[in-house]
């Protein structure tokens, strides 16, 4: 592995759907890295392609959704052609993932201790009672009071917070390098969102594990990222480090957006906000998706199609720049 | 003097009194099997003892973590619910005094709600037109076709749509145009008070800021007065000039926006103003309380927050605190009543 | 139904009845429905072929080569003849005749008159009762809903048959012999719609339960809305996909057990035959060889129930979104 090789590299990866009327580009030539131990949000509205980059990368893109181009490298290996059974090995021992509804991802009929043993003896050569110790020391990670307790337990039996630990010492338990959280805080009440992303950050921070954090919030952003990447209609409108997008975004999307969120403690009259909604799949405009609702749209954007390049601090696909 | 012991004065100037409001679900098991394993009745106390009252004009808003009973509350007021105890007055008419749908609807028509979901609020068989007219042909309010349509034309214009889109159907709008649909059909009938219960929870941020923004400049053209029911502290922050926090059914701290937000009070309003993500110090490392919103099936005893709370002593244990008078407002604390509470770090 | 009601009810159109029907046309050949159809070719056979019974149920005295009611043009010299393709007398009965020298094809065209008539008759009768129970029980909820419920757990536990063949008892003792025969259809279509409205309920309760929760039954309600326009205007448009499923299932359904009753001898009499009828009359002759008799009509109830259950089908997982 070359020194400063990234995780993941993503190049040029374009999801369709083709349905009956044409083909529906959800995700339009996007690329992006993350580098070992990196925690890369990716945040944007409904819509935007994120979740669906995210299931890309960890091979869970449902039908009829495709990957219509690019590739997708973990360490340098091509990893988005690989057949079903070699992506599954993968799946969980190098690449976790944990998704907004903790229920999803635990099977219902089975206690705890079964899901989390079956996970680390599938992937590692522990012995039944090692890894059992080994669950048990992941749960007590997480933060789950009483865990030798609650280790036979079954998934209905946790709330809400406890079940996303719970998924979260799943996805931790054979360490994979890189974890795909989509949405992982959505469900909770925000009390319990502080302390998962708490919990997410120190356990990376911990372990080593890299991030690709999928979400709306900004404000989860804001407090885990390192990196983040804007997505807009299927495409990466800004990337850079977090505080830089944060108080000094280039593309003005990302500028009208971060105006958007009302802040406690700046009293406004008025929340800057972006007229407009983000366009359908089958209705975004030639040139720069954003150029219907940009304030500072000019010919060139209704034309062609900016590329991503640097601009301060961040990369910015804006003809502005 | 608390919130709850304050008299009701002829003369109120409230356009909205809420007084003692409880609200009990039974969630028994079926009588058969309680009487067979001999289970006895469970009560869930959603709404437990709630008092509050908004000035025309204002905002008021509830917040709390789901399961408090904030939209309990607001079903509570435009009659989606029987309140099981306590008042609501509206301009000081008690609600629970008129019987039946031709002595409520003078009321109903002045009272109107915007629901969360954008998707789910509009019947999906219904053009947009039709939804609209809705609430204009059920008060009789305007005779005729073409008087109807002016004043549908009138109402989409007013939340940003054009006379057109009358002619279309819901699923063909995104959800934030969705949303001024649901606050159309809200204005068709001319009401003063607006309950609004989580307005923005289901759309992106760009689109949230137009909806408030949308719903600020409302406000102030009709003289709208709004009961805001969010769980967003910064959204609650934006909107509200006064907020209530609840807990576990119970108002845990009613004060100004203002005092609130800049000297919180309660611990628990103190523990969900630390939850808010800070966009001005990036990667804040935050120490958050631990521990979750317990079952209010079975609540704890005395204060019901003080299981999570760094403050409770064995009078909280034991003994359920009432709202006492403090700046801007009224807080249901021991600490605070015994001086107890340290100052906040912010103020 | 109070006048609020009925003023609530009343609906001011903004486009002209002819410019919707054309809008939702237009939707509807652009829609997922319209393209499930087309690209189903076991449904667009069956559907030719429904189409094809239903029209020449309707237009039965146009297209039928004899009317089979009119006794002074029956012969009974004709009676026993044999399909043409069997044995060509050159009378030009296509499919033979029966023991009164009756045309087989005619009476089979009018037999599926009366069948139909019974199927749509009752099955409607059914939707009427199922629905409005549905609504109410899913609506109101509470007590009400224990009761109609537990009311149709009953219903269900007696078979149709059984259920039509009491009432048809009942009605024969009732009422004097001479009278049977003019109203076994009626006996026929409250018999079997009564013993169909239970899945109607039962579906339209499940789906209204889930509406009457949706926030804009809710906003209908805060407006102040009568709770029955509600489940009318509100409600039933939404629950009515999976009860035209039910109900075309349920026509299939209603054809067979008319016909069962009636081969039982229960159902229409002979001076009215339906398929079913027909059969009966036919199955005495099977043995002496002039099987056409039984087994035409019996090939006709046959593609009938077959066609219709097959769009049923198609119908079913076009409405389902989950599986389209």
Redesign the interface.
């Known amino acids: 592995m070359a020194a400063n090789q990234p995780l993941l590299q993503v190049n040029n990866l374009r999801i369709e759907f083709p349905n009956r009327r044409g083909t529906l580009v959800a995700v339009d030539d996007i690329s992006l890295h993350i580098d070992p131990g990196e925690v890369l949000g990716v945040v944007g509205e409904s819509g935007a392609g994120k979740s669906l980059t995210g299931a890309a990368i960890i091979g869970l893109l449902e039908p009829p959704g495709r990957i219509a181009g690019g590739e997708i490298l973990l360490d340098g290996r091509r990893i988005d052609n690989l057949p079903y059974e070699q992506m599954r090995r993968i799946r969980g021992k190098e690449i976790g993932a944990i998704f907004q509804d903790p229920l999803t991802s635990l099977n219902p009929l089975y206690k705890i201790s079964r899901q989390l043993v079956e996970t680390i003896q599938t992937h590692t050569d522990m012995s039944a009672t090692q890894a059992r110790n080994h669950a048990l020391d992941l749960l007590d990670s997480v933060g789950i009071p009483a865990a030798s307790e609650r280790l036979d337990a079954y998934p209905h039996e946790f709330s809400g917070g406890m079940r996303q630990r719970v998924v979260i010492a799943l996805a931790l338990a054979v360490n994979p390098r890189l974890i795909i959280a989509d949405e992982p805080t959505t469900a909770l009440d925000v009390s319990i969102q502080a302390q998962i992303i708490g919990l997410l950050r120190r356990l990376c921070r911990d372990h080593g594990t890299a991030v690709m954090l999928v979400t709306h919030d900004m404000g989860v952003i804001a407090e885990t990222a390192d990196r983040v990447a804007v997505m807009y209609a299927g495409r990466i409108a800004e990337v850079g480090p977090v505080e830089a997008v944060v108080k000094d975004a280039r593309h003005p999307y990302t500028h009208g957006l971060m105006g958007s969120i009302p802040a406690v403690g700046h009293h406004v009259e008025r929340l800057t906000q972006i007229d407009g909604a983000m366009p359908r799949l089958t209705e975004i405009p030639p040139g720069c998706a954003f150029n219907p609702r940009c304030p500072k749209v000019f010919d060139k954007c209704l034309a062609e199609r900016p590329d991503l390049r640097p601009a301060g601090r961040t990369d910015v696909s804006c003809w502005l720049y | 003097m608390t919130i709850a012991a304050a008299p009701t004065t002829p003369h109120d100037s409230a356009k909205l009194r809420v007084h003692g409001l409880k609200r009990y679900f039974d969630v028994s098991a079926p009588w058969l099997n309680r009487v067979l394993e001999g289970r006895k009745r469970q009560l869930l106390k959603a709404v437990d003892d709630i008092s509050f009252a908004i000035e025309p004009g204002k905002t008021l808003s509830l917040v709390g973590e789901s399961g408090c009973g904030k939209s309990t509350v607001a079903r509570c007021i435009v009659g989606l619910y029987r309140p099981s105890g306590g008042s609501i007055d509206f301009e000081g008419v008690d609600l629970a005094t008129l019987r039946g749908r031709a002595a409520q609807a003078p009321i109903r028509r002045r009272m109107q709600m915007i629901f969360q979901d954008p998707f789910a609020s509009l019947n999906p068989r219904w053009r947009v037109f039709d939804i609209i007219a809705e609430p204009i042909r059920a008060f009789r309010l305007l005779r005729g076709a073409g008087a109807i349509q002016r004043r549908v034309d009138e109402l989409l214009g007013q939340v940003g749509l054009a006379a057109r889109d009358g002619e279309k159907y819901p699923h063909e709008f995104s959800g934030g145009q969705r949303q001024r649909i649901s606050i159309a059909r809200a204005l068709a009938s001319n009401p003063d008070f607006l309950v609004c219960d989580e307005p923005t929870s289901a759309l992106d941020v760009s689109v949230q800021a137009q909806i408030l923004n949308l719903m600020k400049e409302l406000q102030r053209e009709l003289g709208l007065t709004y009961l805001f029911i969010s769980h967003d502290l910064s959204v609650v922050y934006h909107m509200s000039d006064t907020v209530g926090v609840m807990y576990l059914g119970r108002l845990a701290e009613i004060r100004s926006a203002a005092d609130l937000f800049s000297e919180p009070q309660h611990p628990y309003t103190r523990l969900l103003l630390e939850t808010i993500p800070d966009l001005d110090v990036i990667g804040r490392h935050r120490e958050p309380l631990a521990g979750e919103v317990p079952s209010p099936i079975n609540p704890p005893s005395g204060c019901t927050f003080h299981p999570r709370c760094p403050l409770a002593n064995e009078r909280c244990r034991a003994e359920r605190p009432e709202l006492q008078p403090t700046a801007g407002g009224f807080v249901a604390c021991h600490a605070v009543a015994e001086g107890r509470l340290p100052p906040h770090p912010a103020s | 139904m109070t006048k609020?009601v009925s003023?609530?009810l009343?609906?001011?159109?903004?486009?002209t009845p002819a410019r919707r029907l054309v809008d939702g046309l237009r939707r509807f050949f652009d829609g997922d429905i319209w393209?499930s159809f087309k690209s189903s070719r076991i449904t667009v056979v069956a559907t030719v072929i429904t189409l094809v019974i239903f029209l020449a149920a309707l237009f039965a005295p146009l297209v039928s080569p004899s009317n089979p009611y009119d006794l002074a043009t029956l012969n009974l010299l004709d009676a026993f003849t044999a399909p043409v393709w069997v044995d060509d007398t050159g009378a030009g009965f296509l499919l033979g005749t029966d023991d009164q020298g009756r045309d087989m094809l005619s009476a089979i065209i009018f037999g599926t008159r009366v069948s139909l008539l019974v199927g749509f008759a009752s099955i409607f009768f059914a939707m009427v009762i199922g629905i409005s129970l549905g609504l109410l029980s899913g609506y109101v909820g509470g007590l009400t809903d224990a009761v109609i419920m537990r009311i149709a757990d009953i219903q269900l536990s007696f078979p149709a048959i059984l259920i039509a063949l009491l009432i048809d008892g009942v009605v024969r003792g009732v009422l004097p012999s001479d009278r049977h025969n003019d109203v076994a259809v009626w006996v026929l279509i409250f018999a079997i719609g009564i013993s169909n409205w239970v899945q109607f309920a039962r579906t339209v309760r499940g789906s209204c339960m889930v509406e009457r929760n949706?926030?804009?039954v809710?906003?209908?309600?805060?407006?102040?809305?009568?709770p029955i326009v509600i489940m009318l205007r509100?409600v039933l448009?939404?629950v009515m996909g999976p009860v035209l499923v039910i109900a075309t299932i349920g026509l299939a359904v209603a054809v067979l057990t008319e016909a069962t009753l009636s081969f039982l001898g229960v159902g229409m009499p002979p001076t009215r035959p339906s398929l079913g009828t027909l059969v009966n009359t036919g199955q005495n002759f099977l043995a002496s060889g002039e099987w056409w008799i039984a087994v035409f009509p019996g090939l006709a109830l046959a593609t009938l129930v077959l066609a219709v259950n097959l769009l049923g089908d198609w119908l079913r997982d076009a409405l389902n979104p989950k599986l389209r």
């Open positions: 609020a003023d609530d009343e609906i001011e159109p903004r486009l393209h949706k926030e804009y809710q906003a209908a309600r805060v407006i102040g809305i009568h509100h448009p939404n």
